[in-house]
């Protein structure tokens, strides 16, 4: 039985946005990771933001959600905790988490009834995110990055046509590329999420995995990633059935999510099957 079984502590080593904040935006797009701050500019913003009002849809057919109206901030929603209005009529998002991609507008109004002082102004988020979804019995490690963009009627053509492109990159700079098969990325889109998944063998550990996505072949956001490993094994029970013979290991798990989520290790239990 000389089964060796991996530590696996996946560190957010560094959730980097290259150009956090309002920085990011590029026309009417900004990009960033989850987790950041971003501010969303009312580019048409008045001096006084008592006539700002900022609305939000997430799909083309979903009904607008009014998140400030006339300066003042809504409370109905349920994220209005993370919601502020900058003094510049910017919407402020703390913590951006998976559900606030989508269409932001800002309209400024000339009281409750009165007209649109100028034309709108329209923001469009894009939340990049990486998660670790699979640790297999092959003691590999599957990251899946992620970015989320308004479904609007067709995503892939919008995607296509604003040239936004995610891809991972390795501790070198290098673009992984599917040819490269011993690093098994597969891609897929749909509800306009896009993802890129890597597959990392115990080789690969103690290396920065770095998803980066860009935006008219300009980086925007990236998230990097460190996998560290080490030898330590914790067989916690060995039982023998019938056939195959079941083999539980206890794989302890320690994610580490950079600032933002707690130290706590995650243990993980996963059955391996031995012929
Ligand atoms: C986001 O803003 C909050 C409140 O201002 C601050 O405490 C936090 O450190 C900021 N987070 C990041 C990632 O900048
Ligand atoms: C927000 O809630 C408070 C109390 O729950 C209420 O007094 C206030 O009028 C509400 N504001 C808006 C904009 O709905
Ligand atoms: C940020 O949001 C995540 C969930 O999306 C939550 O687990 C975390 O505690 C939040 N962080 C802060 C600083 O509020
Ligand atoms: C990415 O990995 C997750 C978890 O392993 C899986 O559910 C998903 O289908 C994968 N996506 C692609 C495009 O391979």
Redesign the pocket.
Known sequence: MADTCHLFLLGLAILSSLL?GTSGVDDAHVFISS???VSLPCNNALHDCTSTTWNYNRFSHSAAVELINLGIKMNDTERHERLSLGSDCSLNI??ISTEDYGSYICQQWTGENGPKQRPDAHVYLHVLHVSQTEISAGLSVTLSCQLYSYAGVSCDDWIQSERIELFWVNQAGVKLTRSDSRYQISSSSGHCIITQNITLLNEDHNREWRCEVSHRDQVKTSVTYTVKSSVIVIIVEFAVFAAPTVILLQIICARRAG??DSQHPEEIEINTILE
Do not use: M, V
């Open positions: 956090a987790g950041e701050n703390n913590n600032r933002k």
